[in-house]
């Protein structure tokens, strides 16, 4: 069941997908509280890192402590987003689907993440039409050459 | 042995410790083409996710393909940055060293990417140093807490 923080998170990804973007959304939150939100901003910043979950840390700044945070994501996470959830020591992870991008799953939970995958129909024909539509941008963002 | 680009790394870190931040510098190449070059922004730019090789991969911008591209850094990757490596097929990575952190060199060997580790003198001091100095900075940026 889609909760609040995820409805924000699909809300980033349209956001992301009406700039010309890729529709990928994430939100970071402790219990009740936003620390930060964001969503894919290759096309829109010409910036190869800014996945949807990074540009949601970068938003969240310099929260000291990720203890107790749970990250949103309408996508499974790729390594690089999976990397910054590992290493920043992020524990649970809620994600829109890997119907349409397998993603890290597997590592992450390796690593003692708790990765929750609603496999949410939303999420997954919204990343279904972008990819149809634009399939060597999402080549490009997840590094298909 | 420390060749040209290597050298560019160390000086990328100490551009940054003079900036008041942390000294790990990256470089990004291919063949004798600078593509790409950065330090770590934490401090300066307040932003988590600014560690050297994610500053110098987006300084390099969307180069389409990594391709035959080879990644210096200072310091072995944490899991963030190996994550960003391992997601767009950076195949080859010269790092200074791993002393004074250990990092991902067995994960990214795992996921077929050759790490050359020069354990540069001039590197782990600067880093041992500046660990010394201001340790919670450090664990800060490796998500310790």
Redesign the interface.
Known sequence: MRDKFMQMAIDEAKKGLEEGGIPIGSVLVRGEELLGRGHNK?VQD????AHGE?DC??N????????NTVLYSTLMP???????I????IKKVIVGENATFHGTGEFMRA?GVEVINLQDEECISMMRDFIQNKPQLWN?D????
Request: with cysteine; net charge positive.
């Open positions: 290759r010409g910036n190869p890192i990074i840390l970068m969240a700044g310099r929260v000291g402590s990720y203890r790729c390594f690089l987003c999976a990397g910054a590992v290493q920043f020591g690593q490009e997840i590094g298909v050459d």
